[in-house]
């Protein structure tokens, strides 16, 4: 590794500067750091999301909000309403709260890796990302692409995630001093395009003649532990319309989907099958299932349509009335968006609608 810690960073900045990816988030290599409240958004749009899902919504928190300052204004639940279909709602809460915590300082993220650990929700990979990107601090960056990239390139064989410490190791010797940021991107882009988890194009890559990994068997890396199996829960969701609109209410912060609309459910969690009543009493109708899953568990949700005609008992419960014209701009999660369009093109068919 040593021979080659001038060599790799040189080939890899010399293809990036020839092949990088066109990103709305991204500034051209030797133009000014893009503006670190589009990188710090971006980053963490991209957390277990593909750059091509995340780049709509990257334009419309963009345009809805155009620096951090407004972000920390907004009303939060237009704020997780914009980010539905983005999934892993976490994000979106500690989105917020960094940015009311940046706004309460003058509107200026910290421009160095240790200061930023110290806001909400940005855990190593994020705070390393903005600094390098936007700061030009060499700071080690290691997503899952840069993760496949060191494996193969240096044939690491320890399974994941005990290899992580020698990963970074790795990564950190490589970052160079000048154009950390590029450096960063370059990997990932390397990760996203050329060394991909099936069928690496290792003809194209800049790294063929130095990579340990090829002359193995390159998709052999990383290696992976044997997963569990997912444990396999099952809930209900609770339709309930009236005057062409249906019934909505807010989760609660904390927990799945915390802080989103959604239609009622029987208390499902991640560690339980759902077991609460429905929220009338009355007459019931099965209106078939959905089936989603999430990063610990598998949901099978079955949609309960109600056919009863009094709904004033849900005067006196926390909720909303939401025209069914609209129900798109509910900004209803996943989940609840498949089983709402269960209810209103096959309720009482008995129709599935998986992932």
């Known amino acids: 590794m040593d021979a080659s810690t001038q060599t790799i960073p040189a080939l890899l900045l010399d293809w990036y500067d020839a092949h990088r990816r066109s990103l709305p988030w991204r500034s051209p290599p030797g133009s000014p750091p893009p503006d670190p409240y589009a990188v710090w958004l971006s980053e963490v749009m991209l957390q277990q999301t593909t750059t091509a899902a995340v780049a709509p919504y990257f334009a419309k928190f963009l345009g809805r909000w155009p620096d951090v300052i407004a972000l920390a204004e907004a009303d939060e639940g237009e704020v997780m309403a914009a980010w539905a279909g983005l999934g892993y709602y976490a994000r979106a809460r500690n989105l917020i709260a960094c940015a009311k915590a940046v706004a309460a300082t003058g509107g200026q ?21 903005i600094a390098a990107i936007a700061f030009g601090e ?40 000048n154009r950390p940021g590029d450096f960063a991107q370059t990997m990932m882009d390397l990760g996203a395009t050329v060394c991909t988890p099936r069928a690496p194009r290792c003809l194209l890559c800049p790294l063929a003649r130095h990579c340990a990994g090829r002359r193995l068997g390159p998709e052999q890396f990383p290696v992976k532990p044997i997963k569990a199996a997912k444990p396999q829960r099952c809930g209900r969701a609770f339709w309930i319309e009236r005057d062409r609109q249906v019934w909505l209410v807010r989760r609660e912060n904390a927990g799945m989907l915390g802080g989103m609309r959604s239609l009622p459910d029987d208390g499902w969690a991640a560690r339980a099958d759902g077991d609460k009543r429905p929220p009338l009493g009355g007459a019931w109708t099965a209106g078939g299932s959905v089936r989603h899953s999430f990063t610990h568990f598998d949901l099978d949700l079955q949609l309960m349509v109600y056919s009863g005609a009094d709904c004033s008992r849900l005067a006196a419960q926390q909720g909303e009335w939401w025209a069914l014209d609209r129900l798109d701009e509910a900004g209803l999660p996943t989940l609840f968006a498949k089983a709402a369009r269960l209810a209103m093109v096959g309720a009482g068919s008995g129709r599935i609608i998986g992932d």
Request: zero cysteines; charged letters at 20%; a positive charge.
């Open 109 to 129: 993220f910290p421009t160095t890796e240790a200061e930023l650990r110290k806001l909400p929700g940005l855990g190593a990979y994020t705070a390393a990302a």
């Open 138 to 177: 060499r700071a080690t960056v290691v997503d899952a692409n840069v993760e496949r990239v060191t494996t193969r390139l240096f044939a690491i064989a320890t399974p994941i995630p005990g290899a992580r410490v020698q990963i970074r190791t790795a990564v950190e010797v490589l970052t160079p001093a």
